[in-house]
């Protein structure tokens, strides 16, 4: 009588389902990390909020316009002056207004003394066409990171990130 042959290894079927259980691993490990997205938020908003800041003051310079930056409810707008009304409207893109993620909030902290445009309710920040701003501290904060980042400027020149 003829022994029969011994296989050694695995079915097809049982390789099928060993892949098909690391992929739904994976699925679920992956969907569980945003914090690759909401790091990129943070990122994202600090070089945004520079490149504004910047663009805003060249523009003012070059077109002889003013500049205000206000802080929303849940996010942040930039103003310009309109000469013909005498009072601040929202800008225009690049400048409209910008909602900030749930996991980011702003914080202001700027000396407007000195600054009088017709006693009216001015924006905390001034970016004026003479190359003068409001002197401030702008703090990004998030949340999920406990991490912190602050645009200042002295009141004249580029708008620059403190490193902490």
Do not use: C, H
């Not at 691993?25 to 490149?51: K, M, Y």
Request: glycine fraction near 6%; charged fraction near 25%; aromatic fraction near 10%.
């Amino acid at each position: 009588m003829k022994a029969r042959p011994i296989f050694k290894g695995f079915t097809l079927i049982e390789i099928l389902v060993v892949l098909l259980i690391v992929t739904i691993l994976a699925g679920v490990t992956i969907a569980r990390l945003p914090t690759f997205s909401r790091n990129a938020d943070f990122e994202t908003e600090t070089r945004r909020l520079q490149l504004l800041f910047n663009m805003a003051r060249q523009e003012s310079i070059l077109d002889s316009t003013e500049f205000g930056f206000r802080l929303t409810d849940d996010g942040y707008k930039f103003l310009k002056f309109d000469d013909g009304s005498q009072s601040w409207k929202d800008a225009e893109s690049p400048f409209q207004v910008r909602l900030l993620p749930d996991e980011l909030r702003l914080v202001i902290e700027a000396d407007s003394k000195g600054f009088s445009f017709l006693g009216e309710n001015l924006p905390p920040i001034l970016i004026l066409s003479s190359g003068e701003n409001t002197p401030f501290r702008l703090i990004l904060q998030s949340k999920l990171q406990r991490a912190s980042r602050t645009l200042m400027s002295e009141g004249y020149g580029e708008f620059v990130w403190d490193e902490q």
